[in-house]
């Protein structure tokens, strides 16, 4: 099963103008994913852009655009973005997707009325963008929000990262399919089917999933006493299955005045969050003064 590359070309109210997609093979060259967006560019009309924007899986290196650690892609220490400037002749940003998707709600979706907020995501990872005083919070190099690898139990399965009982085995698509197959479904839609239809122990799966990630959002709640919760990404067409349990492991768990107000809202800009929040930060560098910016 191969993987996609979505590019879109974006205007400055965070509308999609043109879009242009490519799939390529699981594992990719990083020579391979260059040039891809060098074409994905030129079709979308590089000579009116005012840069490249990348939201990327895993811990990058914003400052620097390089991909540090990427499991789903296998890569480690990728420069994307100076290869890229060099063919394109404008200025490359890397970000990780989750954070790109953050900026993206923070700007033109659920999170604008925020100024402090958790832009959390399930899908094949759980992940989480953090708001604090109105900026992303990158953390020293970019790294920030890695919410999947918290760990919710020392003495849990084995996580990809090499750790144990990280919230990613605990309510994310790798749990989904490990409970599956234990149930005997042939895959995650079935026992999501399974559960809409009232079967205990696919019901049983959801609800859990939604448990353990309310463990992962009260600690982050406790840490940052955020105004919202933002829940996002691919596997949001099953909330009606885990969020009720999620809303309840919060707001009942956690340490009280964190909680008392905090809004759990859904995202609103879908799949296209990842798009645009990439061209929000090629805006959001583009106008910030020269003096201010932080980015390559
Ligand atoms: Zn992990």
């Not at 109210?13 to 391979?32: I, L, N, Q």
């Not at 650690?69 to 890397?94: M, T």
């Not at 609103?268 to 929000?280: K, M, Q, W, Y």
């Amino acid at each position: 099963e191969g993987t996609l590359l979505r590019a879109a070309r974006v205007n400055l109210a965070g509308e999609v103008r043109a879009r242009y997609e490519e799939g390529f093979d699981p594992s990719p060259k990083p020579s391979k994913i260059i040039s891809l967006v060098e074409k994905a560019a030129k079709r979308l009309n590089a000579e009116r852009i005012l840069g490249v924007g990348i939201s990327i899986s895993g811990f990058v290196d914003t400052i620097n655009g390089i991909d540090i650690y990427s499991p789903i892609l296998g890569w480690e220490n990728v420069d994307l973005a100076e290869p890229l400037e060099d063919r394109l002749d404008l200025p490359v940003h890397l970000e990780n997707d989750v954070n790109a998707l953050t900026l993206a709600e923070h700007w033109h979706g659920a999170g604008a009325d925020y100024r402090n907020f958790v832009c959390m995501t399930v899908g094949e990872g759980v992940g989480a963008g953090v708001v604090v005083d109105g900026s992303l919070y990158r953390g020293a190099f970019g790294g920030a929000g890695e919410v999947g690898h918290m760990m919710i139990d020392p003495s849990g399965p084995k996580c990809r990262c090499g750790e144990n009982g990280c919230l990613d085995v605990f309510a994310s698509d790798q749990y989904l399919r490990r409970e599956a197959t234990r149930l005997a479904y042939a895959d995650i839609d079935r026992m999501e089917q399974a559960a809409r239809a009232g079967d205990a122990q696919a019901i049983d799966v959801f609800e859990k999933m939604g448990y353990y990630l309310g463990i992962g959002a009260k600690n982050l709640v406790n840490l940052l006493n955020p105004q919202a919760i933002v829940l996002g990404g691919e596997r949001m067409e099953a909330s009606d299955l885990f969020s009720p349990a999620f809303e309840a492991e919060v707001r009942e768990h956690s340490f009280a005045e964190a909680a008392k107000d905090l809004e759990i809202v859904p995202a609103l800009l879908g799949e296209d969050g990842f798009l645009i929040g990439a061209a929000t930060i090629v805006a959001a560098e583009f106008f910030r003064l020269p003096t201010e910016r932080t980015l390559g």
